[in-house]
Every structure is written in C-alpha cells, then in structure tokens.
C-alpha cells in the first residue's frame, strides 16, 4: 500500500499544471516562458500553449514565469495540483522622453551651380518676386535662401520680403490674351524683431556664384498655396540675366501686383510645372489705375533665387 502511495504522489508532482492567465481579463497568456527550478538549478523549461497551459514533470523549488509586456512571477508553493497564476502587465513610467522627428532636406527653384549660366538678381528700385509652390503634404520649412550671382561690385545689401498668397483669382482687363492674376496679400509679419524684411549683406568674398543666406532661426513655414518672395538689392544696378523673348501664347505670364510703402512697382512673373521665370520691371502701376500695360515685346528674366527646406515628418 505504501508503495501504491508513494508512485501516485510521484505521479503527481510529475503531472502538475501550470496556467498562465492576465490578470486584468483572465485570458490565457500563450507563449509564457516557464522556468524550474531545483536546488538553485534550471531542470526544466518551456512555453506555455495556446491555453496558457504548461506541466511541469519533476520536483521543484521554485518556478519563474515571464511574458513579455507583463511583470514577472515567482511561484515557490508545491500543495496544489493545478497553479493558476495571474501576471500584472508591466507599467512603464518615463520621466523624459525626446522625440525627433525625421528630417529630408530638398531644394525649390530652379537656380544653376554653373556660373557660365547666371541669372539676374534684380535691378535697383526693383522687386523680382518669386512664387514657390508647395506640392506635398508635408509641412516645409525654409531653411536658406540661395542666390546665383554673377559679379557684384562692391558689398551690397540684399532684402527679402515674403507675401502669402491671394487665392482670389480675376481676369485681367486690359491684356487681350486675359492671363490670370493673383493678388499679392499682406506681409507676413513676425519676421525677425517684429520686421517685414529680412535684409542680408554680402560682402567682398560673396560677389560670385552660389550664396546660401541661412534664414532658419526665422522659422518660416511654406503654406500649402505657396509663399510668394521678393527680393532686390540696394544701390547696384545688376542686369546680367539672360534676356527671353516671350512669343508663344502658352508662355503668357501669370500676373502679380506688388504695392510697396515707398512705391507702386508692378513685378510680373511667368510659371509653369517645369520652372518659374522672373520677368523684369515694365513700368510703374498708376496709383489711380489698376489696370496693367506691359511693353510689348515682353522681356522675361530667368530667376536666381532658389530655397532650401526642410521637410518635416508628421
């Protein structure tokens, strides 16, 4: 009889269910790791199966279960023929977390690295206005402005003035071939100590090709319509640019109105989905007619500014 015992008691300690359930739904936990342990030694281990279900077939002091995502368990009780234990999930507390998010730097416009091919900057008392259009759908944030220059005599200073976009569209009245025109809006304001402008001097060393003026710690961001970007140069008289005669009806020009404080010049600009064109000064606007009489023939401008952005991830 003693031995018919002690062979069920073996039996038993040999046959002894483990169930891993969570704590919080009971549900089982598959894949649980189960380790056993006797006399401070690893004698048996495994998983759990899809039942949360494990057997452990010897004697032991102890068992440690653990799951990832959930707080480790200790089990040293060895009267119960099936264990059922509930693991905690495992709370994580950050006390700082930075985040970074990814960063593509891509450039607009359309300026050459090649001197032999230059363009204009501008011409003096004249705003050569840019539009760059945003085409993602990412925030883009300017980071430089680049200039593509030729000869610059002595250290000039150069402005920029940047406009959002009217999305107003209008016809245009007197012109027979009726482009479009879109209408300049109000400065964008905050620039840099509460300024519209942002003025920059180049000097002795940056009178030929590519100046990059580094405008980030303004913290201009392209809006989705586009942003729109005058610039002209003080006290220099700079015509070096490439002169195009327009001919073809599909070139016509989108056309911009630029009113400024101390003037009424009128800056027309022609874009299409490959490059943009400057086109140079043609006249003031009359102060009580807002109608536009361009010289004909028309003479365009390749532009010289271009930006570098930076795209930010979402």
């Not at 649980?32 to 279900?53: F, P, R, W």
């Not at 009217?166 to 009245?173: E, F, L, M, S, V």
């Not at 610039?231 to 070096?240: P, S």
């Amino acid at each position: 009889m003693k031995i018919i015992i002690l062979l069920l008691g073996l039996f038993f300690f040999q046959n002894q269910k483990i169930v891993v359930l969570d704590a919080n739904t009971d549900e089982p936990i598959q894949s649980a790791t189960i380790l056993v342990y006797k006399d401070g030694k690893n004698i048996q281990s495994g998983n759990t199966n899809e039942k949360g279900e494990f057997y452990i077939k010897t004697f032991y002091d102890s068992i440690i279960v653990h799951s990832i995502g959930y707080e480790n368990y200790k089990y040293t009780e060895k009267d119960k023929s099936n264990i059922i234990i509930h693991l905690n999930e495992k709370v994580t507390i950050l006390k700082e977390v930075t985040v970074r998010a990814n960063k593509k730097q891509i450039i607009l416009g359309d300026y050459l690295k090649k001197s032999s091919k230059t363009r204009v900057i501008s011409k003096e008392g004249s705003h050569f206005a840019v539009l760059f259009k945003n085409k993602t759908n990412k925030q883009l944030w300017i980071k430089s402005i680049l200039l593509n220059i030729k000869r610059i005599p002595n250290t000039t200073d150069v402005v920029f003035d940047f406009y959002s976009i009217d999305t107003i569209q209008r016809k245009y009245k007197s012109y027979s071939k009726n482009p479009t025109e879109t209408l300049l809006t109000e400065l964008i304001p905050n620039i840099k100590k509460n300024l519209n402008s942002y003025q920059y001097k180049l000097n002795a060393s940056q009178n030929k090709g590519i100046v990059e003026v580094k405008i980030d710690t303004l913290n201009l961001k392209i809006p989705k319509e586009g942003i729109f970007i005058s610039v002209y140069t003080k006290n220099i008289y700079d015509n070096v640019g490439i002169k195009i005669p327009i001919t073809s009806i599909i070139q016509l020009p989108e056309i911009y109105k630029h009113k400024t404080e101390d003037n009424n010049y009128c800056v027309f600009v022609a874009l299409n989905d490959i490059r943009w064109q400057n086109i140079n000064l043609v006249e003031k606007c009359g102060e009580d007619n807002d109608d536009f009489h361009p010289l004909s023939p028309m003479i365009y401008y390749e532009p010289s500014i271009g930006l570098k952005v930076e795209e930010i991830a979402n």
